[in-house]
Structure formats: structure tokens, C-alpha cells
């Protein structure tokens, strides 16, 4: 590298990181407690099925969302896909394009058609209103989809689900411990699926719940999760396995002890990031609201390519040589993906914003392992990038 070549890894700087800094890093609790946990579920020989630690995490969501019931899950797909089931969804369910893809895939498993939605494009969640302009006789449900640790327009998708009658759940997946004018997530539409999964801010290992107020439907989905038993031997509901382990409920457990430290990391990890950021034309962070309880779950930076000077691709593999790991979620939109791309490749017609904003969103790490030095390091990154645009361009062209 010469002394005139910009310093990045690109040019043969040494990466400003000897580790990845991944997006998805686990944040763990109290080791201690954790094994102590273990070992009791070890004594007591009682490793799965509805055992002590689960009922305990599932009293201790109840009692944060203000639900009258959980059912926890192995993850929140198997989840999703229960409750698909258990609210009686069929043909056509409209859902966003912009989200993981676990939300289609728990629809398109039991042959039910995902009707891809556009986004609102500030929000990144579902637009009401574009919803109501695709129901057809054939729609049975809506599933909006709380991104990022943000909530979804809940009232303005309960009227229209009211109006055409139709059952609205919630995959919250990002949007555990957080709140809307003041009511927890948990508590909206017919039920909603959190996810625990470990790149969450709060994880089991691998883990779901789903919450409602509705005690029948919770009776239905508990038969569902264990292949439809009632008491010994006697099946009296088509079901799954989608039960939690004791070791997940544990770990769920000891994330519950944390949870405070967590937010309180990704809080500060998301003032510094705007702080960091806040003078670099082109490159915005997205605020989570100040006067809700939050997650601060992503740290999500939507790339304006004029003003940067760079695309958002571009950073993402400036970072990449840095062993900044940024990714691209949710790049391309489900509709994009198999099998939904062969099954409806007419679908991006009315998905203008879901196509804009995957072309311009990425997440940048955070979590406790993350440090506000690192995030300085990540911004400086960024600014030499964009500061020195056109080399940048030049030298990815060639690599
Ligand atoms: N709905 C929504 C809106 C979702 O976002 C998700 C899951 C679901 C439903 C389904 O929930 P689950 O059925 O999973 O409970 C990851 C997660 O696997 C996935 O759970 C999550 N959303 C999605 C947004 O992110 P990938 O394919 O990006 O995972 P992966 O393996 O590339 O990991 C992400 C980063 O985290 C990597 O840099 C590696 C790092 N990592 C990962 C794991 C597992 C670690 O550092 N440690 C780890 O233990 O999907």
C-alpha cells in the first residue's frame, strides 16, 4: 500500500479488525446461573416435554407481554407455522416480501399462497393500505411482520382485517420486549411468534413463543406442538413436535435475567452508531421511537448511493475486508427467492419500495460484544470509503 492510497483493507491496510465482528453475535447472560440451570435439569432427568424450566419461561413472558398465555416452541418458523395452522389460515395470506423468509416459508409449507405486500417505505413494515387493495375472495389472514425491533401499523391493519374479517397475527420475531403507544408486542392481532433464535438480542439457543389472550386457541396450539396428544396415548388433534427443551428454556431463563444489560447495550451501541454517523452525507441510521419501550434489536443503515458516493453493496464489501460482517437483510425480497420466484414471477410488479429498500438497507453489528470503539472503527471505515469514492469504485471493479 502506498502512503497516497486510501487506508482500507482494500488497499492493503491491515483490516481494522483481526476478528469478524459478526451481526448476529450471541448476547449471553449469567454463565453461572446457566449451568447451575443446567445441571438441576440434568438431576432431575426431565430433558424436554413441557418441563419445569419451560413452564417458568413461558409464566415469565406472560408476565412481560401481559398475555394470558404462551406456548414456547423449538424456534418461531415451527411456531408460525402452528399458528398458521391453528387460526385456520388457507389459500391466500397477505405478507410482506420485505422479511426473513421464514414468514413465507411457514405459509408456502402448508400450501397456503404468500400474497407479497409492499412496504411503507419508512416504516419498512406493512402499508395498510396496500394490503386492502390485495384482498380477494380467496385471502383468509394477514401477517404483519415487526421489523427490526420497530412495530407494525397494529391499528391501521386491525381495521383492515375487521372489515374484510380476516385473522391478523403478528410474526414478532424481532420484537421481543417492545412496545406500541405504550401496549407490550405480544398483545396484538389474534396471537404473534417471537423468535429466540441466537442472532436474536435474546435467545434459547434456538427457540419461538407464541402469546394470545385467547386460552382456546392456546389449548389448540399446545396439542398441535405435541403431535396432538391429549394425556397418554390418545391423539385428538393433527399436530408437530415443536416443543422447547429444558436446556433452551434455560438459556431463555438466564437471557430473561439479562435483558436489561442487553438493551442497555444495543441502546448505547445505537446512540454511538448515530452519533458516529451523523455527519457522513448519505448514510442514515434509522431511529427507533424514544417514547416506547425498545429492543434497539438491528442497527439498520439505509444507503442514499448519490449522496454516499457508494452503494450500499459497495460498503458492505469495504466492510467485509475489514472483518466488519454487515449484511444485507432482507436482500433480495422473498418474492425473489425459490420457490416464490418460479411460483410468482409477476409478484415485484406492486413491490416498489420492498425492491428500493433491499437495494439500500444494511445492518451493522451490535450486541455486547460490540464496543463503542468499535463502532468509531466502523465509522471511520465508512467515512474514508465514501470520502474516497471513486478509488474505492475503481479498486472493487478490479477485485
Ligand atoms: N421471522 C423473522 C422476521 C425472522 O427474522 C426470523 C429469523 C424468523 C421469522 C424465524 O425465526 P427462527 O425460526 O430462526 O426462530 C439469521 C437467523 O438464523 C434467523 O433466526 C434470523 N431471523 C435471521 C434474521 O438471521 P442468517 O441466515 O442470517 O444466519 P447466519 O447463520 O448467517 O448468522 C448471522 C450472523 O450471526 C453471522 O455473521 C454469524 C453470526 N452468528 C450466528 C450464530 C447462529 C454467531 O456469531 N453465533 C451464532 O451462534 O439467519
Not at 492510497?5 to 483481526?18: H, V
Not at 435483558?259 to 457522513?280: P, Q, S, V, W
Not at 431511529?287 to 448511493?305: A, K, Q, T
Not at 420492498?354 to 466502523?378: A, H, K
Request: charged residues 25%; aromatic residues 8%; hydrophobic residues 40%.
Amino acid at each position: 500500500m502506498s502512503a497516497s492510497e486510501p487506508s482500507l483493507a482494500l488497499f492493503g491496510a491491515p483490516p481494522a479488525f483481526a476478528e469478524p465482528l459478526h451481526v448476529g453475535r450471541p448476547n449471553i447472560g449469567n454463565r453461572e446461573q446457566l449451568m447451575q440451570r443446567i445441571e438441576e435439569i440434568l438431576d432431575r432427568r426431565w430433558l424436554t416435554n413441557n418441563g419445569p424450566c419451560v413452564k417458568e419461561f413461558e409464566r415469565r413472558i406472560c408476565e412481560l407481554v401481559g398475555t394470558r398465555a404462551c406456548v414456547a416452541t423449538c424456534n418461531a418458523t415451527i411456531a408460525l407455522e402452528l399458528l398458521i395452522r391453528a387460526v385456520g389460515m388457507r389459500d391466500e395470506v397477505i405478507v410482506p416480501s420485505f422479511t426473513f423468509v421464514a414468514t413465507a416459508h411457514a405459509l408456502q409449507w402448508q400450501e397456503i399462497k404468500p400474497v407479497f405486500c409492499d412496504v411503507d417505505p419508512h416504516t419498512h413494515m406493512l402499508d395498510p393500505a396496500r394490503v386492502e387493495e390485495l384482498i380477494t375472495p380467496k385471502t383468509s389472514g394477514i401477517i404483519g411482520v415487526h421489523l427490526w425491533g420497530r412495530v407494525c401499523d397494529v391499528e391501521g391493519l386491525q381495521a383492515v382485517a375487521d372489515r374484510h374479517g380476516l385473522a391478523l397475527v403478528y410474526d414478532a420475531a424481532h420484537a421481543f420486549a417492545c412496545s406500541k403507544n405504550g401496549r407490550m408486542v405480544g398483545s396484538f392481532g389474534r396471537a404473534e411468534v417471537f423468535s429466540f433464535h441466537a442472532t436474536k438480542f435474546f435467545n434459547a439457543f434456538e427457540g419461538g413463543a407464541i402469546v394470545t389472550d385467547d386460552e382456546e386457541l392456546a389449548e389448540k396450539l399446545r396439542l398441535m406442538r405435541n403431535f396432538g396428544f391429549q394425556g397418554k396415548d390418545n391423539v385428538v388433534y393433527l399436530g408437530s413436535n415443536g416443543k422447547m427443551t429444558e436446556v433452551c428454556a434455560a438459556m431463555g431463563l438466564t437471557s430473561f435475567d439479562a435483558m436489561e444489560t442487553f438493551i442497555a447495550a444495543n441502546r448505547r451501541n445505537h446512540e454511538c452508531y448515530r452519533d458516529a454517523l451523523g455527519a457522513l452525507r448519505g448514510i442514515s441510521v434509522l431511529p427507533f421511537p424514544e417514547d416506547e419501550r425498545s429492543n434497539y434489536h438491528y442497527v439498520v443503515v439505509d444507503v442514499e448511493e448519490q449522496d454516499a458516493g457508494l452503494s450500499r453493496d459497495e460498503l458492505v464489501r469495504v466492510l467485509e475486508a475489514e472483518n466488519v460482517l454487515a449484511r444485507r437483510y432482507f436482500t433480495p425480497g422473498v418474492h425473489l427467492m425459490e420457490p416464490y420466484r418460479s411460483f410468482q414471477p409477476q409478484a415485484g410488479l406492486v413491490l416498489p419500495e420492498t425492491d428500493r429498500l433491499s437495494r439500500r438497507v444494511m445492518t451493522l453489528p451490535t450486541g455486547q460484544s460490540v464496543s463503542e470503539d468499535d463502532i468509531r472503527r466502523i465509522a471511520r471505515v465508512l467515512e474514508t470509503a465514501c470520502a474516497n469514492a471513486e478509488r474505492v469504485r475503481a479498486r472493487l471493479r478490479r477485485t
